[in-house]
């Protein structure tokens, strides 16, 4: 299973809008509605940030957002703060009943 | 509260072999499948091994001949024994499980045990 697409790095000023896009297959990304979202400060454990496509775990800020087109999936963090700079990691269930992780970006808030 | 702890990593050389285990608490251990995920530096997320609550296991090709994925459910831990270790296995480790029987996702994540195999 081939890792799922992301771009290596974004980045952005406070208070602004950014969005990560993660890109699949139809048997992964385009196939359910099963994409997570991770943040990943280095040396903590990463945390769910999104699950199924859009939907946010409770305490998760709204501004973090997610949704899906095709086989691209995405996460908008809006009104963008110091603290959200981390790397981020997408994840989609697959035909294979498994699971793929995107290949992780970073996020600078300049 | 869902608590795992990864422990286990450590320096080895090249061709070493090491157990990772992994102590779970807060939920029915028995009933769920269990997961293991890594990390190599600089690098993205791979998903590494599953052990379904009836044994089932799966494994990537990356690693398929060399670990082997078992757990003891009296005891409420994970394990994966490495063996044949290559430099490439160089990350960090850790478990997680998918909450729930109709849940596609991780959560939570432990902090993970670091393995280096050194060259």
């Known amino acids: 299973q081939s890792a799922l697409t992301q771009p290596a790095s974004v980045s952005g000023s406070p208070g602004q809008s950014i969005t990560i896009s993660c890109t699949g297959t139809s048997s992964d990304v385009g196939g359910y509605n099963h994409v997570s979202w991770y943040q990943h400060h280095p040396g903590k454990a990463p945390k769910l940030m999104i699950y199924d496509v859009s939907n946010r775990p409770a305490g998760v800020s709204n501004r973090f957002s997610g949704s899906k087109s095709g086989n691209t999936a995405s996460l908008t963090i809006s009104g963008l703060q110091a603290e959200d700079e981390a790397d981020y990691f997408c994840s989609s269930y697959t035909d294979r009943r498994l699971y793929v992780f995107g290949t992780g970006t970073k996020v600078t808030v300049l | 509260e869902v608590q795992l702890v990864e422990s286990g990593g450590g320096l080895v050389q090249r061709g070493g072999s090491l157990r990772l285990s992994c102590s779970a608490s807060g939920f029915t251990f028995s009933t769920y499948a269990m997961h293991w995920v890594r990390q190599a530096p600089g690098k993205g997320l791979e998903y590494v091994s599953v052990i379904s609550s009836n044994g089932d296991t799966y494994y990537a090709d990356s690693v398929k001949g060399r670990f082997t994925i078992s757990r003891d459910n009296s005891k409420n831990t994970l394990y994966l024994q490495m063996s044949s270790l290559r430099p490439e296995d160089t990350a960090v480790y850790y478990c997680?499980?998918?909450?729930?029987?109709?849940?596609?996702?991780?959560?939570?994540w432990g902090q993970g045990t670091l393995v280096t195999v050194s060259s």
């Open positions: 997680v499980i998918v909450p729930g029987i109709a849940a596609r996702w991780f959560d939570p």
